[in-house]
């Protein structure tokens, strides 16, 4: 069956939301109109953009004669509905008016996603639709796609992922420059990497909601946003990234998903976003600027790693068309896409079950002895000792000294109780940090 | 509608050949019977095996049961055909009677796709089944989905491929070890990512393959085999290797697809595969080992890159259970995926039109006026210089020297004429080598 242009009438798509990202979608609808109509199989007719305001200032490419408030009546019109309002209402009655209307819907909306996908899910399925969000993970990077379908005959171990580009942004140039977490912010701030206020960035509710949506997608299990431990990046220091770099790390905003089995043999799922030292040869350290990267684990492939632009108007766009194209050919060749998967409905685990290898940086008493009463600690907790550094301070009138262990690989509840046995010694002036190694 | 295994009957899956990819599929099909039936919506029941001996030795997982010399009738009583024969005869020919019996086909053969890709996408079309082919090209990392599907709504500009990992492994060999080619080679087959007869990889030959694959997808036009310009790595030594690390860059063989202009203003794009000065900070310069990794060059998306295993029996069956899974999909929801799409139809350009920067090194005679008169020749060709280094070679009695001259961007056909017209200078000793630089 050759796709032939023309011979089908038009797909009537409705835009929600004309901002950045809207706007770039507008623009290849317009722009690359014969292109995707050979692509798709028949033309994809642009029918209308619900904006909030008539009257803002919009680009040129966009046709004013298009734009509407009533987004309510333009999504039971369309064939299909991208959704680039953001948020969770009126986004989320709109995405499920457009199913139940028998419209694909294709969103970037993570957040929506994170707090709501089942019920979105249900939607879709009930109406025979699809439902894509390729755009809600790390913008133009190709991530959904490959979990959900390259991966499908796969065994995803863990997901390593840097999914938010304000916050590897700010940490890269916290390591190459110097600066302070404040300065870094007002850098990012200043060339528009980061918003006005910062908060869902640099205190990880941006990147826990796409931790979500990989883990559901990777386990075939339902991962809220509530389910996702989450530390941001506001309590990191110039010194704990001149830290990472003189142990040979780059500390970095990791967004994590691994299976994992209890000490009492029940398997589960862990989800969490924190900073991590990541050693500077991994694939992920060299991610640099804003740029996102999902690192990835499967039993039969290994090591994959899927790396490119996190966010922007233009890189948000590609996911988005991508999407779109796919949904439209399903309408043409018939099909549909994946439904939502979550068979295997593993229990998310409590993070103090998450293992890793652990640098823990005291300040301690600069005199004989005291290596033996810290590192006494940890064995009584059985956390065992891969590395120790210890360098004398030179500054101020008593001697200290900057200890740093690293740790083999432990469970965070053993961890968190040694740092609090260790904390109380008196030979121990202060735990300035304990960050989790890759 | 839910996915409710067991309400459905079984697909019938054979698989053609039981190699170290076969034997591994034949194992996931085995192990993960229940979760892949969840996933794809039914159970896939493995119904025969094809091979060409029934004694030959095999891995336990293998039920001699299901052996059978017969491919002919096997393909006729499938469901889904996974071809992992390799070769171009019997395969092509079962891969076609496996789709006009009506069965879906997934196959790792990149060098029938590279050759006779059209028949079989007609094939396919003609019967309204799916052909699926991510093993093809890069073993596990999902790239033949992410280009026809996540990138259907952009536009491909340049795809830059490390798609070979038994030459990837050799260059990284002699970068790290300084090994010679002849000692990396012999290394690489000691640890088995080279083949007794390493031909097909050293000459670019199964790189070419992938490039052309690669090139059909991501322009929409048919690349053929023929059509794919290929230098392999045969003529490189420890002395380039050394050369280009001291220029900071890493020399990588690449496949390069891209779109380009003629100067009379032709559209077409150029495939290639050839030796390439990468530079050190570039995302593929930290491809190491046998590792492969495609990076993507899109209009809207920007820079994206893929990276993971490309060979190997568990990582390529990786690629091929996705795909299964996804052809199964189909047969249980309906619809197929995409079909092949050629409307583009570009021309193929000569190499005489690829535009890049170059390294051309020299040996000259070490005495003044050298340059100027290297210079010239540059000029007359209108090649201008980016950089030039000069280093007086310490051994020898007559006085000589190495001149390492880096071109701006400028087209393979002036810059050939001008090595021609340069090696021609009686100051000239020796051209060493002509290397396009990333």
């Not at 969000?133 to 990077?141: D, P, Y």
């Not at 704990?240 to 009492?264: C, I, M, N, Q, S």
Request: one cysteine or more; glycine letters at 8%; aromatic letters at 2%.
């Amino acid at each position: 069956m050759a796709l032939t242009p023309g011979s089908r009438p038009p797909l009537r798509v409705a835009v929600l939301g004309c901002g950045v990202v809207g706007t770039e979608v507008v623009r290849r609808l317009v722009t690359e109109g014969d292109e995707l109509a050979a692509r798709v199989g028949t033309r994809l007719e642009l029918v209308g953009i619900a904006v909030r305001s008539l009257d803002a200032e919009r680009d040129e490419v966009v046709d004013r004669d298009l734009l509407t408030t009533d987004a309510d009546a333009l999504v039971r019109s369309a064939d299909v509905v991208v959704e680039l309002m953001g948020g969770i209402e009126p986004a989320r009655s709109l995405v499920l008016a457009a199913l139940g209307a028998g419209a694909c819907v294709v969103t970037a909306n993570k957040a929506l996603l994170a707090q709501d996908g089942p019920t979105l899910y249900a939607a879709a399925d009930a109406a025979g639709v699809d439902l894509y969000f390729e755009a809600a993970v790390a913008g133009a990077i190709p991530i959904v796609r490959p979990v959900r379908e390259s991966l499908a005959g796969d065994t995803v171990q863990r997901l390593l992922g840097i999914v938010n580009g304000t916050t590897n942004y700010v940490l890269d140039s916290m390591t190459t420059e110097g600066l302070d977490l404040e300065q870094a912010v007002k850098e990012a701030q200043a060339l528009g990497y980061a918003e006005a206020d910062p908060t869902a960035d640099v205190e990880g509710y941006d990147a826990a909601a796409k931790a979500a949506i990989l883990a559901s997608l990777a386990f075939h299990t339902r991962v809220a946003l509530d389910d996702v431990d989450r530390t941001g990046i506001t309590a990191l220091t110039a010194a704990d990234v001149a830290w990472a770099e003189r142990t040979g790390h780059v500390l970095k905003l990791l967004a994590v998903a691994e299976r994992a089995r209890t000490a009492e043999g029940r398997d589960g799922v862990l989800v969490r976003v924190q900073p991590t030292l990541v050693p500077a040869d991994h694939p992920l350290a060299g991610v640099r600027q804003a740029f996102n990267a999902v690192f990835v684990e499967a039993e039969a492939a290994g090591e994959l790693m899927f790396y490119g632009r996190g966010a922007g108007g233009a890189p948000t766009s590609s996911a988005v068309l991508g999407d779109l194209v796919s949904v439209a050919r399903h309408r043409v060749l018939g099909g549909k896409g994946p439904v939502e998967s979550s068979h295997a409905d593993l229990p998310v685990l409590d993070r103090g079950e998450a293992r890793s290898r652990y640098q823990v940086r005291l300040e301690v008493d600069d005199r004989p002895g005291v290596l033996s009463r810290v590192a006494a600690e940890l064995a009584a907790q059985d956390v065992s000792i891969e590395s120790v550094r210890q360098t004398p301070q030179l500054t101020g009138d008593d001697a200290s000294a900057t200890l740093v262990i690293t740790t083999h690989t432990a469970p965070e509840r053993a961890v968190r109780a040694t740092v609090e046995a260790v904390a109380a010694l008196p030979v121990v002036r202060q735990v300035v940090s304990v960050l989790p190694v890759l």
